[in-house]
T-cell receptor, first 113, second 115 residues
């Protein structure tokens, strides 16, 4: 069983479209995250949810809206896609409390054309 | 907020040599420092971590050292093998305020081990 799974793995879409990426974890973790990895491989946090509650919201355009229906799922919806949104998006999860590493999903490669 | 600087950005070694990657962080309240390995097209995977109450930790061929006073930590890989070739990321976890539990990553080091 995959611990943190993301769908789809690849997403190619046109500018202006709206798309969603889904993430599910079966580790029983309380906290989930979305990270964006750009073409230079830099990993930057976008959002963090703890038990369905938003706890970190970095400087991300309003076009990005996370949704956590339960603590095992964290989805990312993106409106009005732009060329600069092209990147690999990683979902991750971690157990409650500090001093614990994250487990990452396999990533979604988004290409906006 | 936390800022993590990682050097070098690329590192090329011969098989069997040692490799060292260094990171500095800015937030003195950070207290957890993991290292991740990312192979091409794959997810980042945790390879070793260190907590702020420990100065050094070793796991087979990899070791991490932490100097809290200098806000500096390093990854050491001995007897490198071609399968060690990957991008390595250091990270620091924020302990307080609105950044609670947030991992800030360094820019990554592309390690190439030549047979």
């Amino acid at each position: 069983d995959t611990a943190v799974s993301q769908t789809p793995k690849y997403l190619v879409t046109q500018m202006g479209n709206d798309k969603s990426i889904k993430c599910e974890q079966n580790l029983g973790h309380d906290t989930m995250y979305w990270y964006k990895q750009d073409s230079k491989k830099f990993l930057k946090i976008m959002f963090s949810y703890n038990n369905k509650e938003l706890i970190i919201n970095e400087t991300v355009p309003n076009r990005f809206s996370p949704k956590s229906p339960d603590k095992a799922h964290l989805n990312l919806h993106i409106n009005s896609l732009e060329l600069g949104d092209s990147a690999v998006y990683f979902c991750a999860s971690s157990p409650a409390g500090l001093l614990r590493g994250y487990t990452f999903g396999s990533g979604t490669r988004l290409t906006v054309v | 907020g936390e800022n993590v600087e990682q050097h070098p950005s690329t590192l090329s070694v011969q098989e069997g040599d040692s490799a060292v990657i260094k990171c500095t962080y800015s937030d003195s309240a950070s207290n957890y420092f993991p290292w991740y390995k990312q192979e091409l097209g794959k997810r980042p995977q945790l390879i070793i971590d260190i907590r702020s109450n420990v100065g050094e930790k070793k796991d087979q061929r990899i070791a991490v050292t932490l100097n809290k006073t200098a806000k500096h930590f390093s990854l050491h890989i001995t007897e490198t093998q071609p399968e060690d070739s990957a991008v390595y990321f250091c990270a620091a976890m924020s302990a307080g305020g609105t950044s609670y539990g947030k991992l800030t990553f360094g820019q990554g080091t592309i390690l190439t081990v030549h047979p």
